[in-house]
């Protein structure tokens, strides 16, 4: 199995910036890819951004140019760096993993996190 731990959530101002972190530990060698969704109340679950273990990345249109994502292979983590916050951001974000960035994009991979919540405020 492999566990996901997210962190870096919060409440911040529009315009303002936050990153958030995903450390996966125990059976990693079972992931390649790793990424964040988010859901926000009321709506469905979207990918926001996943990244490879190469590198290969993949944004939501909504994000691109303001979030970043990026990861640290070594520590099997995952970024994501949140520029320019949008009260539209405002979401409970969920850190994934899977074996490959098309199984992560098209929906998610086996491996969730349990969430943490970020809010924007206007």
């Known amino acids: 199995q492999v566990q996901l731990v997210e962190s870096g959530g919060g409440l911040v101002q529009a315009g303002g910036s936050l990153r958030l972190t995903c450390a996966a530990s125990g059976s990693t060698f079972r992931i390649n890819a790793m990424g964040w969704y988010r859901q926000a109340p009321g709506k469905q679950r979207e990918l926001v951004a996943a990244s490879s273990s190469g590198g290969t990345t993949n944004y939501a249109d909504s994000v691109k140019g303001r979030f970043t994502i990026s990861r640290d292979n070594a520590k099997n983590t995952v970024y994501l760096q949140m520029n320019s916050l949008k009260p539209e951001d405002t979401a409970v974000y969920y850190c994934?993993?899977?074996?490959?960035?098309?199984?992560?994009?098209?929906?998610?991979?086996?491996?969730w996190g349990k969430g943490t919540l970020v809010t924007v405020s206007s």
């Open positions: 994934n993993a899977g074996p490959s960035l098309a199984v992560v994009v098209a929906g998610g991979g086996n491996y």
